[in-house]
């Protein structure tokens, strides 16, 4: 299979919180000592031309725009000095989130698993080989809504860069080629209601944008 086809691997897509220090702090965290990581399954992908779905029982569904890395080889325990060479590339994600199932699962001491997880929570765009990359830790990140700006950072704000991620994530967990690194949002997330339009943007490399809808039960 071609890692340009990483949606259809199945493979694990791997959530890192509180990764810009700006984000943290407008959600009245701290920036943690060690990545602090999530799981969504596969069936949280979805690529242009299909909507993002607001799960049941939320109320306030937040964008938060992330690099996506993916991972070309398989490995454990992998090194910070070699962690490069397990990049088979990058793209664009959202990491969508129901802030408001999110917030009572924090107050209770509870998982984000729905939160997080729930079907159509990762949008993403094209895939990038990592050679069309020259610095992942240099790209402009934005992210709008409706044509109203609300996010805009960059990569170069990560708290724990790209080696580092892959380096500890991977003494828990073996990554596989088609697993993605979602590297953390940028200031700025905020809700948005079924009929909008999210636009997303990595520098000039990737643009994408998913129309907002209610979840409809299937039968
Ligand atoms: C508070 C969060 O949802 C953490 C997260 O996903 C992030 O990107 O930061
Ligand atoms: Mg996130």
Not at 103 to 115: I, R
Not at 128 to 152: F, I, S, T, Y
Request: with cysteine.
């Amino acid at each position: 299979m071609r890692l340009s086809r990483f949606v259809e691997f199945g493979r694990k897509i791997i959530g890192v919180g509180r990764n810009y220090k700006h984000h943290a702090a407008e959600m009245k965290s701290v920036v943690p000592d060690k990545p602090l990581l999530f799981l969504k399954p596969p069936t949280a992908f979805i690529t242009e031309g299909n909507p993002i779905k607001v799960p049941r029982g939320c109320h306030e569904l937040h964008h938060e725009v992330e690099l996506g890395v993916i991972i070309g080889r398989k490995g454990k325990d992998i090194s910070e000095i070699g962690a490069m060479d397990y990049v088979g590339g990058y793209t664009l994600c959202l990491d969508m989130t129901a802030r408001d199932l999110q917030e009572e699962a924090k107050k209770n001491g509870l998982p984000w698993t729905v939160a997080k997880g729930f079907d159509t929570s990762c949008p993403v765009g094209s895939f990038l080989p990592k050679e069309q990359v020259a610095d992942p830790h240099n790209l402009p990140l934005w992210c709008n809504v409706n044509g109203q700006m609300r996010q805009e950072g960059s990569t170069a704000d990560m708290v724990f860069r790209i080696p580092t991620l892959i380096s500890y994530i991977s003494s828990y967990f073996t990554l596989e080629p088609g697993d993605v690194i979602l590297t953390g949002t940028p200031a700025g997330v905020g809700p948005v209601q079924p009929g909008d339009i999210v636009e997303a943007g990595l520098g000039s490399l990737i643009r994408m944008s998913f129309k907002v809808q209610v979840e409809e039960k299937s039968m």
